[in-house]
Each structure stands twice: as structure tokens, then as C-alpha cells.
């Protein structure tokens, strides 16, 4: 038997789901006798879906799908974008480099993972969890991404974090986070050098669409045996120039791959 919580939260899925495919706003009485629900019930839950932006409320009391919700669809269909343009680029170099090739989008102020390609050499403690928020501050991909937001907009949001420690290499410092952002604003890469895990090394370089801002970072990671010195060196202009590719698909220009031209997007935008 589901918790009451969980009943509720899939009743109020299935009115937003009717409103969505509805051609014109509806009123109460017509969602509860579709959902089969009191209309008191349907009214508590409507209330609810209107005060998250879900559902809108007109003057004559007909209800329509919410602001929030064209939002949610239009983040969905932003990323499909970049995963169409991104998955034939990223099977292409796991299968060149042989470890784990990563897709990490922007949304908000957090990144998170939304693809993953695993080498045959792949290193994780702890599997990547598709979806899950990314440490900015101690990950090659979050580095990229908070390196292309305006200057004042990174240092804002770096000093209002919590710069947790996860191995004894993780940056703790707000001002050496930003120090090390400058530099991979200058070079176009950022790399994770066994911050986030022991013995794990990541690469990443971001992903542009046609505006010039960052909507995505690419990384490859692997073994800090596998990814150090020349290796490290030839990885890094692999996932530069994969990063490089998918930027041109999504309308890139040249230019905007090189440089941190268009600050950085949510994949909402």
C-alpha cells in the first residue's frame, strides 16, 4: 500500500497531466469527475500545484497549466537537445580513451550528471548517479561551469558555498577556488586531480550552444595512473576538441568555443 503523501503527490500528477492535454483551461468540477476525486480533494490539490506555479488559476476560476510548468518542459526539452548533439561524441572518445566519459548540465546554480559513458577502465568508489547535483568546487566539470559565469556572478557563488572536503586535495579556500577558476577561464579546461575521490582524475571542457554561453560541461575520468603527464595531456585536446564538436552542433561559433564568451546558461534558459 503507497503512503498517503505518495497518493496525493500521483493524483495531483494526473490533474496536471489532464490540464496539459486539455486544448482550454478547465474548470473544478470537470478535473474531479475526470480523475475520479472529490471535489474537495481536487480543489486541495490544485491549491497545492498553484502556490509551486504548477497550475494557474484564471479570474473565472478555470484552471490552466502554470508558468513553472513551461519551464520544467522546456529545461526537458534543452537537454534532450544537447544529449542528442553530445552521445554520438562521447561513445566516440570512451571508446578512443577507454575510460568514462561524462555529459554534466547547468541548471540554476547547480550541475548535474545527465549522461554517463562508462570506459572498460572505469574508477569510481561509488557509481555515478544520473541526475544527482555535482560539486562545483572540487570536480573538473563543475570548475568549467562556474568558470564561465560573469566574474562577479562565480565569486558570489562560490563564497556562498560550502566548500566541503571529500579527500585531503579538495580546495577549501573560496579565494584559491577562484584563483584556480581564473585560470580555467584562460585555458578552456578545468581538471580535478584527486579532489573529488583518491586516485581519480577528471577532465572536462565546457560545452557552448549559439548564444556563446556554457549550457554543459564534457569530462573524461579515470585512474590518476592512467590520466597523468603525456596521457593527461592528449585526454585533455580529446575532450577539448569532443567539447568543441558538440558546441559547433548546437550553433556554436569558433570563436565562442575558444572563450568564455556568453557566460553560462541553464539548460532551462
Known amino acids: 500500500m503507497f503512503p498517503l503523501a505518495v497518493k496525493a503527490l500521483s493524483k495531483a500528477c494526473h490533474l496536471l497531466t489532464h490540464l496539459a492535454a486539455a486544448e482550454v483551461p478547465q474548470p473544478l468540477h470537470r478535473l474531479a469527475r475526470a480523475e475520479g476525486l472529490p471535489a474537495s480533494t481536487a480543489y486541495r490539490l490544485l491549491e497545492t500545484l498553484c502556490a509551486e506555479g504548477l497550475v494557474e488559476q484564471l479570474p473565472d476560476r478555470r484552471y490552466r497549466v502554470g508558468l513553472a ?70 570536480t573538473a566539470s563543475g570548475k568549467v561551469l562556474l568558470a564561465s559565469l560573469p566574474p562577479a556572478q562565480g565569486r558570489e557563488l562560490v563564497t556562498s558555498m560550502r566548500l566541503a572536503a571529500t579527500t585531503a586535495r579538495t580546495m577549501t579556500d573560496p579565494d584559491a577556488v577562484l584563483t584556480q577558476l ?45 590520466l597523468d603527464g603525456e596521457a593527461r595531456a592528449l585526454v585533455i585536446a580529446r575532450v577539448r576538441n569532443a567539447a568543441a564538436r558538440i558546441s559547433t552542433a548546437l550553433g556554436a561559433r569558433a570563436n565562442d568555443e575558444a572563450g568564455d564568451a556568453g557566460g553560462v546558461r541553464s539548460a532551462s534558459d
Not at 537537454?79 to 554534466?104: G, I, K
Not at 550528471?113 to 577502465?121: A, D, L, Q, S
Request: proline letters at 4%.
Open 182 to 226: 581564473r585560470a580555467v577561464r584562460v585555458q578552456g579546461y578545468a581538471v580535478d586531480d584527486q579532489e573529488l575521490e583518491d586516485d581519480l582524475v577528471c577532465v572536462a571542457a565546457p560545452i557552448r550552444d549559439h548564444t556563446g554561453g556554457a549550457v554543459a560541461a564534457l569530462s573524461v575520468s579515470g585512474h590518476r595512473s592512467r
Open 69 to 138: 510548468a513551461f519551464q520544467m518542459a522546456r529545461a526537458a526539452a534543452a537537454t534532450r537537445t544537447v544529449l542528442a548533439a553530445a552521445e554520438p561524441v562521447m561513445a566516440e572518445v570512451a571508446a578512443e580513451v577507454e575510460e568514462s566519459v561524462s555529459l554534466v548540465l547547468f541548471r540554476g546554480d547547480e550541475a548535474h550528471y545527465v549522461r554517463c559513458i562508462e570506459g572498460p577502465r572505469t574508477l569510481h568508489a561509488a557509481p555515478v548517479r544520473l541526475g544527482g547535483r555535482l560539486p562545483l568546487h572540487c
